[in-house]
Nanobody, 124 residues
Framework: QVQLVQSGGGLVQAGGSLRLSCAAS????????LGWFRQAPGKERDFVAATSWRGDSTFYADSVKGRFTISRDAAKNTVDLQMNSLTPEDTAAYYCAAGNIMINVARADEYRYWGQGTQVTVSS
């Protein structure tokens, strides 16, 4: 089992920044990919960003490219999501996820472990 504990998030004005963090513990040797997803009320869970466990490969949804940065801290066993230039359209519950055998890192159903979720609200 892998446990993921999220921190960060909150309320920010449009144009502002927030940072999310996700700490992984347990059988992390089995993890190949860490990702972030978000889900707005009444909508599906959408891919935001992903990174390899070593942090040498990163992937982003088109909607966040150039604004969000995913990063790994191997010493702390965390994956962070730095979010800049936030807009009201970024308002959602954000979830970190971990997977082992991955074909498409943008597919939520390929991730086995999930964090508890954290709310990000961007006011206009």
């Amino acid at each position: 089992q892998v446990q993921l504990v999220q921190s960060g998030g909150g309320l920010v004005q449009a144009g502002g920044s927030l940072r999310l963090s996700c700490a992984a513990s347990g059988r992390t040797f089995s993890v190949s990919t860490l990702g972030w997803f978000r889900q707005a009320p009444g909508k599906e869970r959408d891919f935001v960003a992903a990174t390899s466990w070593r942090g040498d490969s990163t992937f982003y949804a088109d909607s966040v490219k150039g604004r969000f940065t995913i990063s790994r801290d191997a010493a702390k066993n965390t994956v962070d999501l730095q979010m800049n230039s936030l807009t009201p359209e970024d308002t959602a519950a954000y979830y970190c996820a971990a997977g082992n055998i991955m074909i498409n890192v943008a597919r939520a159903d390929e991730y086995r472990y999930w964090g508890q979720g954290t709310q990000v609200t961007v006011s206009s």
